[in-house]
C-alpha cells in the first residue's frame, strides 16, 4: 500500500520562507514522477511544480524563481523550498506521485502578517 505524508507547513510572514517535505512509502520510488499541487479555498487544485523520474523540474509561473522542487530518491523524497512567500501562496500543498496517481493528505501554508 502506498502511503504518502507530507510536512513542513506552517504560518510564516510575507517574504519568509518555508521548506516542505513529502516522503512515500512506496517500492521502485525512482520510477514515479513527483509534484506539488496547492489549493486555495473556493479554488481547484493547481500545479505548483513537479519533478520528472529523471530530476527535470517544472513550475507554475506564479511560484517560477521563489520556489524550488528536489528529490532524494535514496530517502523516497521530494522537497519544495519556497522562498518570498505571499499570501496568495496561501493553499492547502499536497504531494502527488505519478502514475497512480497517488496524494497525500496535504499541509497547510498561510502567509500573513
Known amino acids: 500500500q502506498v502511503q504518502v505524508v507530507e510536512s513542513g507547513g506552517g504560518l510564516v510572514q510575507p517574504g519568509g520562507s518555508l521548506k516542505l517535505t513529502c516522503a512515500a512509502s512506496?517500492?521502485?520510488?525512482?520510477?514515479?514522477?513527483m509534484g506539488w499541487y496547492r489549493q486555495a479555498p473556493g479554488q481547484e487544485r493547481e500545479l505548483v511544480a513537479s519533478?520528472?523520474?529523471?530530476?527535470?523540474?517544472n513550475y507554475a509561473r506564479s511560484v517560477k524563481d521563489r520556489f524550488t522542487i528536489s528529490r532524494d530518491n535514496a530517502k523516497n523524497t521530494i522537497y519544495l523550498q519556497m522562498n518570498s512567500l505571499k499570501p496568495e501562496d496561501t493553499a492547502i500543498y499536497y504531494c502527488?506521485?505519478?502514475?497512480?496517481?497517488?496524494w497525500g493528505q496535504g499541509t497547510q501554508v498561510t502567509i500573513s502578517s
Open positions: 502527488k506521485l505519478d502514475p497512480g496517481p497517488y
Open positions: 519533478i520528472t523520474r529523471s530530476g527535470n523540474p
Open positions: 512506496v517500492s521502485g520510488f525512482t520510477v514515479y514522477d
